[in-house]
């Protein structure tokens, strides 16, 4: 079985229960199916079993898991380093553990660690990060000298950091954990598939939060440069930038329709460079900008004349920034000139433009296409359709929020503009792809429950903001 990450445990657990699968029924499993293993290899009849649990679900895993030892005959204790648990659901099966007789202890842990005859560590789970501090410290360095059998739930406390539970097994959730070493034991705890094959809202864990001290800029700095034939399409994709979380959001458009971009929104910085279209000139001002800029966007409304494709080029071969390119840039180049991780976002027509092949109507076959040209160009692909498809080559995603309505004009520049924010805001390419293509279809679903069929891109753009409010 594959290892993953902490992050994409904590996506998978987020996207099951908004599937539709009870946070209960999680941990009920998760504890049970610990249980089962801790009785069978170690015999707990008639055994003092102590259960440390910290205050996270972790701690809640452990409640259940002393249920279910004093079902099978154990003599479970729990200790509460703290005193208390958090969350409103380890309280429950904490109460329910206490309701089963089960002594629930806050004081002595020396005491009852001396005399356990094993000990269940649920003190620290995934969500954790960094070295634990007291009293989680002195408590971990207490089991470790102990001598007594140490079980770890879901992770061993601390790993990764110092200290850390040596547990001589651990029973992890789903999946083995990145990182993971010795005995480990996996307990299926009913996540669907579903909730790893299409993007979710658990893609929002790794949505930057601006810090408190945060400055201007700190959450991204973001140019897009586009128009020339068309007006509305970088307009589009900057209020889109703007309503995902960027700070700065630069435009680059040529003279002819500056006026007219400047004036689409106060919060624009919009510079005019080319006459009628894209040319030279742009390429001066983004080699100039680009120490200031954390991602850029090329392609919104930028048209294919051949002066155009010739900045276009040189643009992308001096990007020393992650580069987001969608429309009529996707006619332009050829995918062997992309910097590695470029973000490209074409619907079918685009992508047979741009490979020479066709997306196949075969879900299968279209996934291992689009993984194939992303594997083969070093680059994310966003295969727009029904069902999105994202690959960075090594892994692959679905995304399947949206309506049909979405097929009116510019909810694409919608979607670019979205990802190059999430990029800016310091989200790896893939992901930011993945969540970009989540956001732009559920802002879709928002609208069009308003809108009816006459919903447009606009309207998409101003639901970013209750999507961000709804999962962040």
Known sequence: MQPISFLEMREYDRNAVWLGVPEER????????????????????????????????????GTVVARHLKEKGAEPVIFLLKGYVRSELSNLNLKRAMDMGIPVKKEGLKEEVESADIIVDALLGIGVTGNPREPYRSAIELINSSGKPVISIDIPSGMGYEPSVNAELTITFDSPKEGMEGNVKVVDIGIPEDAKRYVGPGAFVRYPRPSKDAHKGDSGRVMIIGGGPYHGA???????????????????VPERIYPVVAGACDNFIVFSEGEAVIDDRAVE??????????????????GRDKRTKI???YMVGSAEIPLVLDADALHLIKPDSLPENTVITPHRGEFEAIFGVGAPENMDERKEIVREMAEKYGIIVVLKGPVDVISDGKHLSLNRTGVPRMAVGGTGDVLSGTI??????????????????????????????????????????????EVLREFV
Do not use: W
Request: glycine content about 14%.
């Open 285 to 302: 001002r983004f080699i100039d900008m680009q120490e200031k800029l954390h991602a850029a966007l090329i392609g919104p409304g930028i």
């Open 234 to 252: 970088p307009i589009m994709a900057g209020k889109a930038a703007y309503r995902a979380g960027s700070d700065l959001v630069y435009l680059t």
């Open 311 to 313: 900045a276009v080029e």
């Open 26 to 61: 999680l941990m009920e499993n998760a504890g049970k199916g610990a249980a089962e293993i801790i009785a069978d290899r170690y015999g707990v009849k008639g055994k003092k079993v102590l259960i440390v649990c910290g205050t996270g679900n972790n701690a809640g895993d």
């Open 420 to 465: 190059t924010s999430l990029i800016g805001r310091g989200m790896e390419p893939y992901h930011a792809a993945r969540l970009g293509t989540f956001i732009n279809g559920y802002a879709g679903e928002l609208a069009f429950k308003e809108k009816s069929y006459g919903m447009i891109a606009t309207d998409v753009i101003e639901k970013i903001p």
